[in-house]
């Protein structure tokens, strides 16, 4: 990952609508420390794009994408370029759209209507640890696990530690890791630590799939 002072957070941008995903390339190249290198209109030519090339820090994905749909592509990217952090980028607010894409592994997912300012905040925000959601789409997803009738199952068991299910719950509540470490008066160091071990365990590659799959188990 890149060293914010050093160099530039690359971005690559999915995205059919052509003006679009020219406007939000523009807007993203004209930020300090940014740089959307690949722009893409179908997630077909993205992944043909990363056999040849490196995989960026960050991709912004539409849902609605002809060929392999967002919500496909976004399966196929945590598989291939795990340490690619994916933020959904979509005019989409549906409950269903939003519970698939985090359960996909989404780290984000951020409504086109909210505005450039909101890409800005949404990829320095994952790239410090962060899950990027507007309130109301958080509200959507924590609406759709409660309504899941997966919930109402025994409870999973996945060997997670006390510290590490209560890294898990501030992780829920919305902090970031050096939020988390200044809570529980340990470094971001010993929460990077432990989130390793909370991936491992519950076979995920993302905050935001840990998060979606504890809350699914019923684990916090």
């Not at 960026?56 to 945590?78: M, N, Y």
């Not at 199952?153 to 050096?178: F, H, N, P, S």
């Not at 939020?179 to 929460?191: F, H, K, Q, Y």
Request: charged content about 30%; overall charge negative.
């Amino acid at each position: 990952m890149p060293d914010s002072k050093t160099e530039q957070i690359r971005v690559w941008l999915v995205e059919d609508n052509e003006v679009f995903r020219r406007n939000v390339q523009r807007v993203i190249n004209g930020l300090e420390e940014i740089a959307c290198d690949g722009s893409f209109d179908s997630a077909e030519a993205t992944f043909d794009a990363l056999q040849k090339e490196a995989a960026p820090d960050v991709i912004l994905l539409d849902v609605q994408l002809p060929g392999v749909d967002g919500i496909s592509a976004l399966e196929k990217f945590k598989e291939i370029v795990p340490d690619t952090r994916v933020i959904i980028l979509t005019v989409f607010d549906d409950a269903d759209k939003i519970f698939r894409a985090v359960c996909a592994g989404a780290s984000g997912y951020v409504l086109k209507a909210s505005g450039t300012d909101k890409i800005d905040e949404a990829i320095r925000q994952v790239m410090s640890g962060g899950a990027p959601m507007t309130p109301a789409v958080a509200k959507k997803v924590l609406d759709a696990f409660a309504n899941s009738e997966i919930l109402t199952g025994k409870k999973g068991d996945y060997g997670l530690t006390a510290r590490e299910q209560e890294i898990l719950r501030l992780l829920a509540d919305g902090l970031l890791k050096k939020e988390i470490a200044d809570a529980l008066s340990i470094s971001v160091n010993t929460v990077s630590t432990h989130l390793r071990r909370v991936y491992d365990k519950l076979h995920v590659n993302t905050n935001t799939g840990a998060v979606a799959k504890a809350l699914r188990e019923g684990i916090i």
